[in-house]
């Protein structure tokens, strides 16, 4: 089981050692390469993803990654700034289904800014797909308006974009995702509007015939907005494209209490992933040793169940996680009256002794 580690910026070196810490813990051999990325790999060879590193990542069965980016580099040339390498590992990688499971922790419940009701016992997992949508498609830019309400004006565009193929094989993530779940399917998209989304709907609706074992329904993206925060609980798994997928993932997020707590892993067919914590790297908690790991640990459980085949392994992390929360050990952004608060290493200590 080879790992590549991608600690990059900020806590992501923090978080991610706690997570080694926790993988050497487990009886299992792991060949694990560390290398630069981000902000990080351009302080030192010019280049937030060297040649190097993506050749490490492409070579491994699973890349563990912490997070990248710093204000300071928010004046570099797009192509150089710190975040085009987790991009970059997406297309290189092939990466095109984005997990990230919203899960509220009973011990944390009082965390969420939603009322306890609502999200006491919530697990529902969000796929976006990452490679399509209007992040990427072409044409693409800036021009004078020949036509429009304002003829003549500056304007800008961008392009909605989905193939059959890409449509297909997101659902049939999604369908395969719900039968180890409670066997409900929302696809969330935009038919009304959106020639794109009606397609997406379609063909969602025609795969589903391969999986009449679950139930598949379809929601407008801006109700299911309003129902992310109404009634929670009434998803499992929903299907989405990149953009709603981006917006309605951090919605799904915050139920949960804390961004320190979410880990998401971004898989490709042949179910080699990329792992990390749903967060950034947190500039403004760097290198205190504050930093909530746990989303990080949560990654490579999820690293250890779908790209390593180490299900068991996984499950060994979560619980250990689970009770470490209930021994109530909480570093600052889930503390709350009450609990202990411990920073990075004591909580990376105390999951490795559970
Ligand atoms: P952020 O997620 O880094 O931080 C948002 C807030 O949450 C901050 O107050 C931070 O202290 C807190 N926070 C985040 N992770 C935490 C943890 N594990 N424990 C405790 N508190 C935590 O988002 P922000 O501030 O918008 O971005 C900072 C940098 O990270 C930017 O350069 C951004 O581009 C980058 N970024 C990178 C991502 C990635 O590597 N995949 C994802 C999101 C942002
Ligand atoms: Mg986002």
């Known amino acids: ?7 990059g910026d900020g806590i992501g070196t923090e978080i991610v050692a706690e997570a080694i810490r926790v993988l050497d813990a487990l009886d299992l051999s792991f060949e694990m390469e560390t290398a630069l990325v981000g902000g990080a790999a351009y302080e030192a060879h010019g280049h937030p993803l060297p040649e190097a590193t993506l050749k490490l990542a492409k070579e491994a069965d699973a890349v ?23 991009l970059g590992l997406r297309k290189n990688l092939g990466l095109f289904a984005n997990f990230r499971p919203a899960i509220c922790y009973e011990q944390l419940v ?50 909605m974009r989905y193939s059959r193929p890409e449509v297909e094989r997101i659902a049939r993530v999604a369908f395969e995702a719900a039968r180890k779940r409670s066997k409900r399917v929302t696809s969330v998209d935009k038919a009304n509007v959106l020639e794109t989304f009606q397609f997406w709907k379609d063909i969602v609706t025609e795969v589903h015939k391969d999986y009449p074992d679950i139930e598949l329904d379809h929601m407008y993206v801006d109700n299911a907005a309003m129902q992310l925060v109404k009634a929670p609980k009434k998803f499992d798994v929903i ?15 915050m139920l949960t209490g804390s961004i320190g707590m979410l880990p998401s892993a971004s898989l490709n067919s042949s179910n080699q992933g990329l792992y990390e914590p749903s967060h950034g790297s947190a500039p403004d908690i760097a290198g205190k040793g504050v930093a909530n790991p746990l989303a990080t640990i949560l990654s490579a459980a999820m690293m250890l169940r779908f790209s390593l085949n180490q ?22 952004d889930i503390w709350s009256e009450g609990t202990k608060r411990v920073g990075t290493r004591e909580m990376g200590d105390a999951v490795v002794a559970a």
């Open 311 to 332: 299900a068991e392994a996984a499950d060994r992390i979560e619980s250990a996680v689970k009770h470490v929360l209930a021994s109530g050990l909480r570093t600052g």
């Open 1 to 7: 089981m080879k790992i590549a580690v991608l600690p």
């Open 239 to 253: 299907v989405t494209g990149n953009m709603f997928g981006d917006i309605l993932s951090d919605e799904a997020a």
């Open 64 to 86: 563990l990654f912490g997070a990248v980016g710093d204000w300071k580099y928010d004046k570099l040339d797009r192509p150089l700034r710190p975040e085009q390498a987790i």
């Open 110 to 159: 009082g965390a969420s800014s939603l009322k306890p009701e609502l999200i006491a016992g919530l697990d529902i997992l969000i796929i976006r797909e990452l490679t399509g949508d209007i992040y990427f498609g072409q044409p693409r830019g800036r021009r004078t308006a020949v036509d429009g309400h304002f003829p003549g004006a500056e304007e800008a565009f961008d392009t």
